[in-house]
């Protein structure tokens, strides 16, 4: 499937390495969403902010974990687990200091970071560098300047319109 389209399987969290030999009790297992699609994150957000009364816009920010919880575990096994149904109502009731739920929210963290884009600005964004941009090996290759505004450097406003340098409304 091409790249814009979310369709891996669950994945699972364990408890602790189910190769090292702790006991002989295996280890409890959470499976969560390889990565949430369009859909998913929609409903963690509307979770986040919600209409109240006289349609107010509500923030709800301190269910944020448990909105991605909700909408990224898919089930549960294991001796502590395995009996209890896999569900929201359930998931509320998990307990938020367990080593084993923290590590279910950094992994669905990290599997759901924001990639950095390229910016369109730097000459080698595309993997292409001319002549004279940083990192080029073409003549006129120069070291990169800071990016600093004319108005800062200077304290002279490129607009004749007095009202953009000064921040004053239009009268």
């Known amino acids: 499937m091409p790249r ?6 669950p994945v699972p969290i364990y408890e602790f390495d189910p190769s090292e030999v702790l006991s002989d009790t295996p280890p409890n297992v959470i499976w969560i969403r390889a990565k949430m699609d369009l859909a998913t994150d929609s409903k963690v957000k509307n979770e986040l902010l919600r209409f109240g009364k006289d ?3 509500e923030a ?25 149904p896999c569900d929201a109502a359930h998931i509320r009731q998990l307990d938020p200091t367990e080593q084993h739920i923290r590590a279910v929210l950094t992994a669905i963290t990290e599997r759901n970071a924001r990639r950095a884009s390229p910016d369109p600005k730097r000459a080698g964004a595309s993997g292409f560098e001319s002549a004279g941009a940083p990192g080029s090996t073409g003549s006129g290759a120069m070291e990169k300047a800071p990016s600093v505004s004319l108005q800062l450097a200077t304290g002279i406003s490129t607009s004749r319109s007095p009202n953009v340098s000064t921040g004053r409304p239009k009268r």
């Open 4 to 9: 814009y389209f979310v369709t891996d399987p």
């Open 55 to 57: 349609t107010q816009i």
């Open 60 to 84: 709800h920010l301190g269910e944020n974990e448990l909105s991605l919880l909700i909408h990224n575990i898919v089930r549960w096994d294991g001796p502590d687990l395995g009996n209890v």
